[in-house]
């Protein structure tokens, strides 16, 4: 993952860029109006825009589709934008973790926290609403939607550390 | 004026006729890639020249002139958060203070050597202080330039260029309705206060009349948002503190979803009204004097055009952007626009002259400026060039 620096532009949105692996400044601008705007520093000058097209919010949802895998997140994280107490977070079985090779069911996060979790991502590849006998890897980013102290108690405890 | 009544038609025809010249104007802006604003100036000196309003036809223009005022500067508020205003302040100000220091002065010493009263010198300092915001942000969108690394330093200028103004405003409209020392002190007093307390309220409760303004309907929206500001602004006319401020908080307090919303609602209801105002700068400018100050005017864009390049340079330099880049702040700073000339319309009744020295001055960085930015690939060639000082 490239370290990607996020930069206020008062009035206008915010610019999202990082030094891409081919030798260029690579960006995103999200207009407040919806807008987005995709740019290319220019080789002779890197602190220029070489190239820029606008496209349409339709326009870089379709984009993002075309590239994989970030429409998804991004529904969600407007979602917990919207509906205030709802908290989302993503959490990662670390090695050590006592549902390990378990299968999900058995967490019974529900009961202990008042959070669910929604989605699992293993290796890349997601899997939406996965039922009670889904066995849990050491590794995989589980989805976890509930209240904000829900969610982080689920974090804890899904690792098997001490409640707060 | 009055006395003077004219059929309902010719008061169409009159009022169509200007604003179909304004359309002209804008669509010819359009073709030279300028913004529109310094030729509706023109057209408004122009028309002043070949046609006479009268009556219902003038009361309507001046009327309009006021409510573009504080359509601009509500729209200017609705702007910027509150949260990137505090941001901002916190981030930048020392190029701020920068700005203001070396560009505020010069204005004030040109009124100086003018033999200006003291009162119009500091409108002067203003004229000269504020770049024009609209025309960088179409600058800027014109050249792709949104993301480039001097960028967020040239908008947080002018962000902390209009908070500025948003004191600075106020202040000027309290000194100028005059009387003794006392009076105006109170005015003064009373003024700072009042834009003390909204300006809180404005940033605390903004969000409850954000929730509050939210009507589902697009047209209650627009009726609602148009009515408080004018509401507003009459308020903050009737105790001194400029009903253009006044319009402003109200702009600074809408956020979130709404203040999208009525953006794009109140905007054209923005540009047919600046458009007004403007002209009406135009068409009540003392033009015989106009040939009088264009050697001032001259001097001045040059003097400021310097500084405000040196607060650019600076600012980038300090973000880390290279020679280019740098080039491309300095010059995209330089043109002033529309708050200029809000300021000079203040002292009108003060310093006649000041609305043509603000309208040549104004005409000359607004053309100068981005035509610069256009080149700045040759610009920097030129200042390599030149050995290391």
Same mark, same amino acid.
């Given at each position: 993952?490239?370290?990607?620096?996020?930069?206020?532009?008062?009035?206008?949105?915010?610019?999202?860029?990082?030094?891409?692996?081919?030798?260029?400044?690579?960006?995103?601008?999200?207009?407040?109006?919806?807008?987005?705007?995709?740019?290319?520093?220019?080789?002779?000058?890197?602190?220029?825009?070489?190239?820029?097209?606008?496209?349409?919010?339709?326009?870089?949802?379709?984009?993002?589709?075309?590239?994989?895998?970030?429409?998804?997140?991004?529904?969600?994280?407007?979602?917990?934008?919207?509906?205030?107490?709802?908290?989302?977070?993503?959490?990662?079985?670390?090695?050590?973790?006592?549902?390990?090779?378990?299968?999900?069911?058995?967490?019974?996060?529900?009961?202990?926290?008042?959070?669910?979790?929604?989605?699992?991502?293993?290796?890349?590849?997601?899997?939406?609403?996965?039922?009670?006998?889904?066995?849990?890897?050491?590794?995989?980013?589980?989805?976890?939607?509930?209240?904000?102290?829900?969610?982080?108690?689920?974090?804890?405890?899904?690792?098997?550390?001490?409640?707060? | 004026?009055?006395?003077?009544?004219?059929?309902?038609?010719?008061?169409?025809?009159?009022?169509?006729?200007?604003?179909?010249?304004?359309?002209?104007?804008?669509?010819?802006?359009?073709?030279?890639?300028?913004?529109?604003?310094?030729?509706?100036?023109?057209?408004?000196?122009?028309?002043?020249?070949?046609?006479?309003?009268?009556?219902?036809?003038?009361?309507?223009?001046?009327?309009?002139?006021?409510?573009?005022?504080?359509?601009?500067?509500?729209?200017?508020?609705?702007?910027?958060?509150?949260?990137?205003?505090?941001?901002?302040?916190?981030?930048?100000?020392?190029?701020?203070?920068?700005?203001?220091?070396?560009?505020?002065?010069?204005?004030?010493?040109?009124?100086?050597?003018?033999?200006?009263?003291?009162?119009?010198?500091?409108?002067?300092?203003?004229?000269?202080?504020?770049?024009?915001?609209?025309?960088?942000?179409?600058?800027?969108?014109?050249?792709?330039?949104?993301?480039?690394?001097?960028?967020?330093?040239?908008?947080?200028?002018?962000?902390?260029?209009?908070?500025?103004?948003?004191?600075?405003?106020?202040?000027?409209?309290?000194?100028?309705?005059?009387?003794?020392?006392?009076?105006?002190?109170?005015?003064?007093?009373?003024?700072?206060?009042?834009?003390?307390?909204?300006?809180?309220?404005?940033?605390?409760?903004?969000?409850?009349?954000?929730?509050?303004?939210?009507?589902?309907?697009?047209?209650?929206?627009?009726?609602?948002?148009?009515?408080?500001?004018?509401?507003?602004?009459?308020?903050?006319?009737?105790?001194?503190?400029?009903?253009?401020?006044?319009? /402003?908080? !109200?702009?600074?307090? &809408?956020?979130?979803? $709404? =203040?999208?919303?009525?953006? #794009? @609602? +109140?905007?054209? %209801?923005?540009?047919?009204?600046?458009?007004? /105002?403007? !002209?009406?700068?135009? &068409?009540?400018?003392? $033009? =015989?004097?106009?040939?009088? #100050? @264009? +050697?001032?005017? %001259?001097?001045?864009?040059?003097?400021?055009?310097?500084?405000?390049?040196?607060?650019?340079?600076?600012?980038? =330099?300090?973000?880390?952007?290279?020679?280019?880049?740098?080039?491309?702040?300095?010059?995209?700073?330089?043109?002033?626009?529309?708050?200029?000339?809000?300021?000079?319309?203040?002292?009108?009744?003060?310093?006649?002259?000041?609305?043509?020295?603000?309208?040549?001055?104004?005409?000359?960085?607004?053309?100068?400026?981005?035509?610069?930015?256009?080149?700045?690939?040759?610009?920097?060639?030129?200042?390599?060039?030149?050995?290391?000082?």
């Amino acid at each position: 993952m490239p370290r990607i620096e996020e930069t206020a532009l008062p009035g206008v949105g915010r610019r999202f860029d990082f030094d891409a692996e081919y030798g260029k400044r690579v960006g995103v601008i999200t207009h407040r109006d919806g807008k987005r705007e995709v740019f290319v520093a220019s080789r002779e000058d890197p602190d220029a825009c070489g190239q820029a097209i606008v496209l349409t919010s339709e326009e870089a949802k379709a984009v993002a589709d075309m590239l994989g895998g970030s429409t998804v997140t991004r529904q969600v994280t407007t979602l917990t934008k919207e509906v205030k107490g709802l908290a989302l977070d993503w959490i990662t079985l670390e090695d050590g973790s006592p549902f390990q090779g378990r299968p999900l069911g058995a967490t019974m996060l529900r009961t202990h926290t008042g959070a669910s979790i929604v989605a699992i991502v293993r290796q890349e590849k997601a899997i939406p609403a996965p039922g009670p006998e889904e066995t849990l890897l050491q590794g995989d980013v589980l989805v976890v939607v509930g209240t904000p102290s829900g969610v982080l108690r689920a974090g804890n405890f899904l690792n098997g550390k001490p409640a707060l | 004026m009055e006395g003077v009544t004219i059929s309902l038609g010719q008061l169409f025809l009159q009022i169509g006729t200007v604003i179909l010249a304004l359309a002209l104007m804008g669509r010819f802006a359009g073709r030279i890639g300028l913004t529109p604003i310094p030729l509706y100036l023109i057209a408004g000196i122009l028309m002043g020249q070949v046609m006479h309003l009268e009556g219902d036809a003038a009361s309507f223009v001046s009327v309009g002139a006021e409510i573009g005022a504080i359509l601009l500067l509500f729209m200017l508020g609705l702007e910027y958060t509150s949260r990137e205003l505090e941001d901002n302040l916190r981030a930048n100000r020392r190029i701020g203070l920068l700005d203001l220091a070396l560009n505020f002065t010069p204005g004030v010493l040109a009124g100086l050597l003018l033999g200006f009263a003291p009162l119009a010198c500091v409108l002067l300092g203003g004229v000269t202080y504020l770049t024009s915001s609209g025309i960088v942000s179409k600058v800027l969108a014109d050249l792709g330039r949104f993301g480039n690394r001097e960028t967020p330093v040239v908008l947080a200028v002018c962000v902390l260029e209009d908070v500025a103004m948003a004191f600075y405003l106020p202040v000027m409209a309290a000194l100028l309705i005059g009387g003794t020392a006392w009076q105006m002190g109170g005015n003064l007093l009373v003024a700072l206060g009042a834009f003390g307390l909204s300006f809180f309220m404005a940033l605390r409760y903004g969000e409850v009349l954000s929730r509050l303004m939210n009507a589902l309907s697009a047209e209650v929206l627009l009726l609602s948002t148009f009515g408080l500001v004018l509401a507003v602004a009459g308020l903050a006319d009737i105790i001194n503190v400029s009903a253009a401020i006044g319009a /402003f908080l !109200v702009g600074i307090a &809408l956020s979130g979803e $709404v =203040a999208e919303r009525v953006r #794009v @609602l +109140v905007e054209p %209801l923005r540009d047919l009204f600046a458009a007004v /105002f403007f !002209v009406f700068f135009g &068409l009540e400018m003392d $033009v =015989a004097s106009l040939p009088d #100050v @264009l +050697v001032p005017a %001259l001097l001045l864009t040059l003097v400021t055009s310097v500084t405000k390049f040196i607060v650019g340079w600076h600012g980038a =330099a300090q973000a880390g952007v290279q020679t280019r880049g740098r080039i491309r702040a300095g010059v995209t700073l330089i043109p002033r626009g529309e708050f200029s000339i809000l300021i000079a319309g203040l002292g009108a009744a003060l310093t006649p002259v000041l609305g043509p020295l603000t309208a040549a001055y104004v005409l000359m960085t607004a053309i100068l400026g981005p035509v610069l930015a256009r080149f700045d690939g040759p610009l920097s060639r030129w200042v390599d060039r030149r050995p290391p000082a």
